[in-house]
Every structure is written in structure tokens, then in C-alpha cells.
């Protein structure tokens, strides 16, 4: 099994990378597939106009979550990567006004958001919570081409043909480390003697190389840094029905202030963590550029913690931040491939609850911990997220999201901390811990699950 870097990170925008970065990138997808033509059609068909229905999780949330805004953006030919977050409006608001859009190397086709986008909540697709059809008409609407796709988490997209075939056969006999769980982990590293980081390093550089490695791991935490940066300067409300202020910049400005007289509280450590995350998820419901880690939602936990260790940690260098970063991808891979990182599939234990393991173990690894701490680590953070469930109120990822991102990383560092003190061994493994996810997010009411049905999303007045 072998799940880059680059796919556990990715530099997107906000608010959710299930429901604004998928549905995009869904969307350039389907423009491919038309300008491949490769399809059957009668002759002399010409595709003029498109439509597009979202399913379950995406059609409950999607508005606040911002994915009908995402599949307008991806037709007019915008990656989630490259678009700039301050043009989106624009955007949006000339296709509206136009009913066309103008994707780079095609026609011009009819697209009516406000027809031709439809949130159906009637009829949940059969694969995923999150599922979108595409569809392709010529002038008269005679449809030439639909294809349905699965937002499943983190900003991957699969097609049905792709969900249906499963993951690609013979994918681990390519990097020199394949393991598929904690298990295989542990013991490649025993049989190694290579720590997670440098098994991962080893597995990446067998693809692209160590120089484009470290360009883009050095990129992924420059966003992350900047991200945090844009929210601690920002301050104002937050767009939606709710009417949330941000808080990360004067809670901000507060520590400084503490700092600058030398007047160090009890809490001083939780607040740091609190405001990087927190400055993080406020930017991602804005609509800003964010890094997924796994997720969106959860995109304020792993930066966090990484930035808590370059500020205060003695001998936080910019080699011991990358190996964060590979320690962190190795276990969201391993929790992404036997379980989910995606809320609208087992609820935010997938999303904060990955995260915080992910961060445990790259600070325990950061710390000097030996494989089987680490390993402990993550266990730990998930271990205390089971059963947390994905309600956010209005369908917006505000409440309880940014806060929730800040006690993810309280709850990282606990771990790391715990397992620093130990020698490795516990009761509970961490595969043990993420098929307990598994199960407990199966079990889980759909209600539960980013639809925004129950939960603090039915108790609290929206507006």
C-alpha cells in the first residue's frame, strides 16, 4: 500500500476538502472526459449544455459547506490547488449572470446554477455519502454523457468504475516499505532499523526523488505556516447565517502581549496550540487556502502542532518539520486505507480524530521516540476521539469545527507525552484503535454524519 505525501497533503481552499476540494476537482474530471471524446456518441453530437446533481452528505450540507460554489468553479476549469480564493466571487457571479460557462480548451456551455445544479436529498448514490452526477446534453438536451463520481475524503475523488474496482492492484511492490497497518509498520522498522520517517522518505524518493521530496514538503508546510499567519491577522466575522466572529487574532494579540512581559500562565501551552488552530480553521471557513491534513475540517490540528514545535521546541529545525510531515502521512495513510478519513462516512473521529493521531506521532517521532512510541502515540489521539460524531451547525464548518480542531491538538501533544514516557508497549494497538473507528463509524446514524440532521446541528438556532 502506498499513499504519497502529497495525497495525505494537499494545498486546496476552504471550507471542506470532501465537499468544496472533491466536488471541484470532480468537475475538471468530467471536462476531461468530454474533451476526450472518448465515449460513444452519435455522430456529429455536440455537447452544449451540462448539468449536475449532488447526493447525500453533499446535497444536506452543501450549501453551507460550499460545494455547489465548487462545482461552478471546477466547470469553468479552476483546480482547487491553483485557484485564487479572492476571484471566486467573480467567477460565480458571471456565470450566473451569463448561464455559461468557460472552461480553457472547450465551447462555451449552458450552465444555470440555479437550474441546473441540483441538491438531491431524496436519492442517496449507492457507493458513497458523498456522490455527484455529471451530465452532458446536446442543444435539443438529448443526454450524451453521465458520469457519477465519489467525494470519499480529504479531496480524493474516485470515478464509479474506480470505487467499483477497488485499490489498484500491485501498488505495494513499487516503494521499498509497503506496509499496509501498524503491524507491518513495527516490524519493517524493527527489521530495518529505520525510524517511520526515513521508511517513508524511502518509499516517496523511489518515485520522485529526494530533491522534489524535500521542494515539496518545504511548499506543503509553507502554506500551512501562511495559513496561520493570514488567520492571525484577520479578524471580522466568518460568511454564513451563523454570524461567527473570528477570535484567532485577539486571542493572539493577548499572548503576545503575555509574552512581551514575560508573564507565562498555566495554560500557556494549550493557548498556543488553540490559536494556531484555530487561526487555520477560521481561514478554511473562509473560503481561504488551506492544506488538508487529512482533511479540511480537521486542517488546523497537524499545522498546529508542527508550528508549536518550530516556535518553542530547542533544535526545531527545518529537516525535523519534514519528518513530522512523514510521520504524520505514514499514519494517515494506514487509517485512510484500513478505515475513513471522511466525516460524511464514520463522523469527525475520521477527520479531527485522524488528525490528532497524525500529529501525536509526528511530534512523539519529533521528540525522539522510537517507532513503537510513535505508533503509541497515534493510538492514543484516536483512541480519545471514537465515537465523535460530525454535526456541524447550518451545514457551516464553524461550530463545533474550529474549536474542535484546538482540542485536537491539545489531545496530540497529551498523546505524544504519554507515549514519551512509556517504552512503547500498550494494550490497545493502533490497528485494533482504527478498525474500532471502522466499526463504531458504520454503526453510526447517518444523522450523525455531515448531514447536519442531529446533534448540534438541530439544537442550536441557526440563525
Request: glycine share 10%; with cysteine.
Amino acid at each position: 500500500m502506498f499513499l504519497s505525501v502529497f495525497d495525505v497533503f494537499k494545498i486546496g481552499i476552504g471550507p471542506s476538502s470532501s465537499h468544496t476540494m472533491g466536488p471541484m476537482t470532480a468537475a475538471n474530471r468530467f471536462l476531461d472526459e468530454i474533451l476526450a471524446g472518448d465515449w460513444p456518441r452519435p455522430r456529429q453530437a455536440t455537447v452544449a449544455a451540462l448539468k449536475v446533481s449532488l447526493h447525500g452528505s453533499l446535497a444536506f450540507t452543501g450549501v453551507g459547506h460550499g460545494t455547489g460554489r465548487a462545482v461552478v468553479l471546477g466547470l469553468c476549469g479552476l483546480a482547487p490547488d491553483s485557484v485564487d480564493p479572492d476571484r471566486t466571487d467573480a467567477t460565480i457571479a458571471a456565470v450566473e449572470a451569463e448561464g455559461l460557462v468557460h472552461p480553457p480548451g472547450h465551447p462555451a456551455y449552458r450552465f444555470r446554477p440555479a437550474h441546473d445544479l441540483v441538491y438531491d436529498r431524496s436519492n442517496r448514490l449507492p457507493g458513497h455519502a458523498n456522490g455527484l452526477q455529471f451530465f452532458a446534453l446536446d442543444a435539443d438536451g438529448t443526454l450524451l454523457l453521465r458520469r457519477i463520481y465519489y467525494s470519499i475524503g480529504g479531496g480524493f475523488v474516485v470515478s464509479e468504475a474506480e470505487l467499483a474496482r477497488g485499490p489498484a492492484a500491485a501498488e505495494a511492490a513499487v516503494v521499498p516499505y509497503p506496509f499496509e497497518n501498524a503491524a507491518q509498520m513495527l516490524e519493517m522498522a524493527a527489521s530495518s532499523g529505520l525510524s517511520i520517517a526515513q521508511m517513508k522518505r524511502a518509499n516517496e524518493e523511489a518515485r520522485i526523488g529526494r530533491k522534489a521530496l524535500d521542494a515539496g514538503l518545504d511548499r506543503i508546510w509553507e502554506a500551512m505556516d501562511g495559513c496561520i499567519r493570514r488567520g492571525l491577522a484577520t479578524d471580522g466575522q466568518l460568511p454564513g447565517d451563523l454570524k461567527v466572529n473570528r477570535r484567532a487574532r485577539a486571542i493572539h494579540t493577548q499572548l503576545e502581549q503575555q509574552w512581551q512581559r514575560n508573564e507565562l500562565g498555566p495554560f500557556a501551552g494549550n493557548d498556543w496550540l488553540g490559536v494556531y488552530a484555530m487561526a487555520v480553521n477560521e481561514e478554511n471557513a473562509a473560503g481561504g487556502r488551506v492544506v488538508t491534513a487529512p482533511t479540511n475540517g480537521a486542517a488546523g490540528v497537524i499545522p498546529a502542532v508542527l508550528k508549536h514545535h518550530a516556535t518553542f521546541a530547542t533544535g526545531a529545525t527545518r529537516a525535523s518539520i519534514r519528518d513530522m510531515l512523514l510521520t504524520a502521512a505514514a499514519i494517515g495513510g494506514i487509517i485512510k486505507h484500513n478505515a475513513s478519513i471522511s466525516g460524511a462516512e464514520v463522523g469527525c473521529q475520521g477527520e479531527v480524530g485522524s488528525a490528532s493521531a497524525m500529529a501525536a506521532a509526528a511530534l512523539c517521532a519529533a521528540m525522539g521516540g522510537t517507532p513503537a512510541q510513535v505508533e503509541n502515540a497515534a493510538e492514543i489521539a484516536l483512541e480519545h476521539h471514537l465515537g465523535m460524531t460530525c454535526d456541524p451547525v447550518a451545514g457551516l464548518v464553524q461550530i463545533p469545527c474550529i474549536e474542535r480542531n484546538a482540542f485536537g491538538a491539545v489531545k496530540a501533544v497529551t498523546a505524544a507525552s504519554l507515549a514519551l514516557k512509556g517504552d512503547g508497549t500498550h494494550k490497545v494497538s493502533l490497528d485494533v484503535c482504527v478498525e474500532t473507528m471502522r466499526q463504531t463509524g458504520h454503526d453510526m446514524s447517518e444523522r450523525y454524519k455531515e448531514t447536519s440532521q442531529a446533534g448540534l446541528a438541530v439544537n442550536v438556532v441557526a440563525c
